[in-house]
């Protein structure tokens, strides 16, 4: 179980993430939900280590990641935001590295990375520098290395971007296999469609504090509100969108 108790960062006096609280859970996917600037890419960061909390506290499976960031470390895995990537590399290169920053054997590390690029149509490009990969590899690559180590948590930021429909299925449906194999799974992700069918508990994230944390079927019968677009408007945009849809088109019709 992930778990953050009040969690807070703050930029020049700012607070980007404020009083963060909240419980993931193994065996379910949690979406993690919020507009740009809401906090939550950074909150993503906290609980990976990257960025350290201003206040606060982040537990897993217990335990305070303070006690043994290390061990926390190897039962995490990550898909960040923005690929951050050595793109002269190749793909199996890159792998290959992050295979020994893990302390992966190499037999174990050779199965599951040339695994890996198969299932996920790379190996024929295994030997191709990440440079002239399209967003939707090196996504592939990103979720490769973040998955090969079998980690017990498992942050994704925006996950499906520039993915085909093909591959995006292929997604969807792992990140529900992976849930189903007793894993946390904190899913963020502006695709609405795709959180509402496949995570059981959402948190909605404005203004780095958290105005909604509860099960979409709960949220729904609360708010008599049909979908989960409708509550994440309600909740988390301050624009009237339709207003604003209709003036963009009187404009430039003007």
């Not at 690929?83 to 199996?92: A, C, D, K, Q, W």
């Not at 399209?134 to 973040?146: D, V």
């Not at 899913?187 to 105005?211: D, Y």
């Amino acid at each position: 179980m992930l778990e953050l108790r009040n969690l807070t960062k703050t930029y020049s006096g700012l607070h980007v993430a404020s009083s963060v609280s909240f419980v993931a859970r193994p065996g379910e996917v949690t979406g993690y939900l919020g507009p740009n600037g809401s906090g939550k890419s950074t909150t993503m960061k906290m609980i990976t280590g990257l960025i350290q909390p201003s206040s606060g506290q982040i537990f897993f499976e217990g335990k305070s990641t303070n006690d043994d960031p290390m061990a926390y470390r190897q039962l995490l895995g990550y898909v960040p935001e923005e690929p951050y990537l050595y793109t002269h590399l190749s793909g199996i290169e890159y792998l290959v590295m992050v295979a020994q920053l893990r302390g992966m054997s190499r037999a174990i590390a050779t199965e599951r990375i040339h695994g890996l690029l198969r299932l996920f149509e790379l190996y024929s490009d295994r030997h191709v520098a990440m440079s002239s990969y399209s967003k939707g590899m090196r996504q592939k690559i990103l979720l490769s290395a973040a998955l090969m180590h079998n980690p017990s948590l498992i942050l994704l930021d925006e996950p499906f971007s520039g993915l085909d429909i093909g591959s995006s299925l292929i997604l969807r449906s792992l990140i529900e296999e992976l849930a189903r194999r007793g894993k946390v799974v904190l899913f963020s992700s502006h695709e609405l469609e795709t959180v509402e069918r496949i995570c059981e508990h959402i948190i909605i994230l404005h203004r780095g504090k958290v105005v909604a944390d509860d099960s979409i079927a709960n949220l729904r019968t609360l708010m008599h509100l049909p979908s989960l677009e409708d509550i994440f408007a309600q909740l988390a945009i301050e624009r009237d969108y339709i207003a604003v849809s209709r003036q963009i088109v009187d404009l430039i019709h003007a």
